[in-house]
């Protein structure tokens, strides 16, 4: 479950079950060879979690502010991060667009931006 109700199943994910938002948080962290935080303001509840989660589990995180940042500067060093940590699955994670508005679109510009690719029409 998400904020707005169900993940489609098209993501191939597992439920944990009978878990909570922290329960799921830290098995994310667990699951991944590294955590990417995108945030913007103050890094507090859940992703202030996250990252101590990463910390505790021994786990590489970076946490990008993405208000005011240049896309490709951000996508490159996300990019030297990934790389000089050795990940390859990467936990996104940081606030839900309810308590950060606009974190949606700058996750996706970014995560756009790193990947190479053009945004497709229908998500812009």
């Known amino acids: 479950m998400v904020e707005d109700g169900r993940i489609s199943d098209r993501y191939q994910l597992q439920e944990l079950p009978k878990a909570g938002y922290r ?3 830290r098995q994310n962290v667990m699951d991944s060879d590294g955590t990417l935080i995108v945030n913007l303001g103050e ?3 859940g992703s202030l979690q996250t990252q101590r989660f990463a ?5 590489p995180c970076l946490v990008i502010q993405a208000e005011g940042k240049i896309l490709h500067e951000s996508a490159k060093q ?3 991060w990934l790389r000089a940590n050795r990940i390859m ?3 996104v994670a940081g606030p839900r667009e309810s308590k950060r508005t606009g974190i949606y679109r700058a996750t996706l510009d970014l995560l756009y931006a790193l990947l190479g690719n053009e945004i497709p029409s229908e998500l812009k």
Request: hydrophobic fraction near 35%.
């Open 23 to 25: 329960q799921r948080t």
């Open 55 to 59: 910390k505790l589990h021994g786990k």
């Open 89 to 91: 699955t990467l936990n």
């Open 78 to 80: 996300i990019l030297a």
């Open 43 to 45: 890094l507090d509840g």
